[in-house]
């Protein structure tokens, strides 16, 4: 498995070695050692969420102020420009972010740790989207930052308008955030 660390270097891209034939494919899609040895920690996996959504859904940015998420996220139908947004004020990339295209095809996963808000718009008809996280949901602790706040800049690639939740429309500015040490 190929890892790249992205312009944010603790939100890292991995992608697998694919073997295919004529009967289809197969990968290996997830080695704890090997994740561990290169985000350079233990990490333990609690949770497994799947969501579909269509096209130009936009997912985002969500994350939890306690008992913050770390994500292992992935696309196994469809496609979705991912991003992570660093909410970390001690970090010298505080407020940037990094995105990347995640697809059934492409097969690549992201890691983002805690510490980041994380989000994804769909490019596809509709996308599959599969995430392991290493903490319990918390609702109660759960935030979300503007998808669309000028200050971040997120280059969202979709076309006409983002269909978002409400708690997607009601996100709060990176000024007016909750935000980590």
Do not use: C
């Not at 190929?2 to 891209?13: C, F, G, S, W």
């Not at 940015?61 to 947004?85: M, N, S």
């Not at 769909?122 to 392991?132: D, G, M, N, Q, T």
């Amino acid at each position: 498995m190929k890892a790249t660390r992205l312009d944010i270097p603790e939100v890292i891209l991995f992608e697998p070695k694919v073997f295919g034939d004529d009967r289809g494919f197969f990968f290996e899609s997830f080695n704890q050692r090997l994740f561990e040895e290169t985000i350079g920690k233990p990490v333990q996996f609690v949770q497994d969420n799947h969501s579909r959504s269509v096209k130009n859904v936009l997912r985002g940015l969500h994350y939890q102020i306690q008992q913050p998420q770390g994500k292992l996220v992935r696309v196994t139908h469809g496609e979705v420009f991912d991003v992570a947004v660093d909410l970390r004020k001690s970090s010298p990339t505080f407020g940037r972010w990094v995105g990347a295209s995640l697809s059934g095809d492409n097969k690549r996963q992201l890691w983002i740790p805690e510490g980041f808000a994380h989000g994804f718009v769909v490019i596809s008809e509709f996308a599959e989207f599969l995430y392991k996280t290493t903490d319990y949901w918390a609702p109660e602790h759960e935030r979300s930052l503007a998808w669309n706040d000028e200050t971040v800049g997120v280059e969202w690639p979709y076309a006409g308008a983002p269909i978002l939740s409400m708690k997607d429309q009601t996100a709060v500015k990176l000024s007016e955030a909750d935000l980590f040490s």
